[in-house]
């Protein structure tokens, strides 16, 4: 039964860093798309950034240079550092690994 959870988010001002982890349990994700996805209020779910294995990353243009995708396949974890978080990236964020998703950890950025 694959299983995958989230960590690591919290409440911050504008400006300030967070890092989420993610570890996802019950198979091996190593050639598998793993990556972070976000639902702000009243929207819907976008993609942030995905690792496609190897040195492959995309991510969302508005996260382009202040996010970054890092993943351990050893571990079957991929993090997401988000550095100058801004108030519109207050979202609910979730880690998907080869299909399967997480039940997200919530990001919120206020002064």
């Known amino acids: 039964q694959v299983q995958v959870v989230e960590s690591g988010g919290g409440s911050v001002q504008p400006g300030e860093s967070l890092r989420l982890s993610c570890t996802a349990f019950g198979s091996d994700f190593t050639n598998k798309v793993m990556g972070w996805s976000r639902q702000a209020p009243w929207k819907e779910r976008e993609f942030v950034a995905y690792s496609a294995g190897g040195n492959i990353t995309t991510y969302k243009d508005a996260v382009k240079g202040r996010f970054t995708i890092s993943r351990e396949n050893t571990k079957n974890t991929v993090s997401l550092q988000m550095n100058n978080l801004k108030p519109e990236d207050t979202a609910v964020y979730y880690c998907?690994?080869?299909?399967?998703w997480g039940k997200g950890t919530l990001v919120t950025v206020s002064s």
């Open positions: 998907s690994a080869g299909g399967f």
